[in-house]
C-alpha cells in the first residue's frame, strides 16, 4: 500500500493559465475526494466521487474548475483561467465505502498563481 | 449547516506533559462522526484519532485520546506524555453519514517544547 499520491507537489503558473492536476488514490479505495487548503484555515471541500461518478460538488467548485476520475482509479482537477485567489494546497483523499471511513489524504499540490 | 470550530490557534506544551486541545460542533444530524487529523510542517495529513457518534465511550489510540461530550457538541483531544515529534497543526473534522464530506475547524498549533 503506498498510499495516496499526487503529482504534482508544486506548480506555479501566470494567471490566465489553465493548470491540472492529477491524484491517485489507494488501490482498494472507491472513493476519492479534492480539498482546497488556504494558509493559516483547515481544508474545505469541493468534490467526491464514488467510482467514477461525482456525486457531490461543493460551491466553492466554480465553472472554471472541474474534476474527472474516468475509470473510477485516478482522478484530475483542472482549474481554466487562473486567478491569484485559486493559489492554494489542493488537497486529495481517498475512502472505502459503504462504511464511513476514514479518508486518508495525499500529500498536496501546491498551487501559485503569479 | 455543519460548523466546527476550534478556538486555540496555538498551544505549547512541555516535552513529556499532557495537553488538551478543544474543538465543539455543530450539527442537527444524529448519525456523524469526528476526528483529528495531524498535519506536521511541510507533510500530509494524517489521522490520529476517531469517534463514532453513537458510540459513548471515548476513543483512545495510544498517547492520544478524546473526550466527547456529545449533549455539549464538544470533543477534546488530549495528548500525553507529549513528543517532540507531536508538534504540528491539529485539525478537528466532522462528517454526517451518508454526506461523506469532511468539515473542518480552522486548527490549532501545537509546538512541543523540550
Known amino acids: 500500500d503506498t498510499g495516496v499520491s499526487q503529482d504534482p507537489r508544486h506548480k506555479i503558473t501566470k494567471r490566465g493559465q489553465n493548470v491540472t492536476f492529477r491524484c491517485d488514490p489507494i488501490?482498494?479505495?472507491?472513493?476519492l475526494y479534492w480539498y482546497r487548503q488556504t494558509l493559516g484555515q483547515g481544508p474545505e471541500f469541493l468534490t467526491y466521487?464514488?467510482?467514477?461518478?461525482?456525486?457531490?460538488k461543493s460551491r466553492l467548485l466554480s465553472d472554471r474548475f472541474s474534476a474527472e476520475r474516468p475509470k473510477g482509479s485516478f482522478s484530475t482537477l483542472e482549474i481554466q483561467r487562473t486567478e491569484q485567489g485559486d493559489s492554494a494546497m489542493y488537497l486529495c483523499?481517498?475512502?472505502?465505502?459503504?462504511?464511513?471511513?476514514?479518508?486518508?489524504f495525499g500529500p498536496g499540490t501546491r498551487l501559485t498563481v503569479l | 449547516a455543519q460548523t466546527v470550530t476550534q478556538s486555540q490557534p496555538e498551544m505549547s506544551v512541555q516535552e513529556a506533559e499532557t495537553v488538551t486541545l478543544s474543538c465543539t460542533y455543530d450539527?442537527?444530524?444524529?448519525?456523524?462522526?469526528l476526528f483529528w487529523y495531524k498535519q506536521p510542517p511541510s507533510r500530509q495529513m494524517i489521522l490520529v484519532i476517531r469517534?463514532?457518534?453513537?458510540?459513548?465511550q471515548n476513543a483512545t489510540e495510544n498517547r492520544f485520546s478524546v473526550n466527547f461530550q456529545k449533549a455539549a457538541k464538544s470533543f477534546s483531544l488530549k495528548i500525553s506524555d507529549s513528543q517532540l515529534g507531536d508538534a504540528a497543526m491539529y485539525f478537528c473534522?466532522?462528517?454526517?453519514?451518508?454526506?461523506?464530506?469532511?468539515?473542518f475547524g480552522k486548527g490549532t498549533k501545537l509546538t512541543v517544547n523540550p
Open positions: 488501490s482498494e479505495h472507491n472513493r
Open positions: 466521487f464514488q467510482n467514477e461518478a461525482q456525486l457531490e
Open positions: 469517534q463514532e457518534a453513537y458510540k459513548q
Open positions: 473534522a466532522l462528517t454526517q453519514g451518508g454526506s461523506e464530506k469532511l468539515v
Open positions: 450539527t442537527s444530524e444524529s448519525d456523524y462522526y
Open positions: 483523499a481517498s475512502s472505502f465505502s459503504p462504511s464511513t471511513d476514514t479518508q486518508y
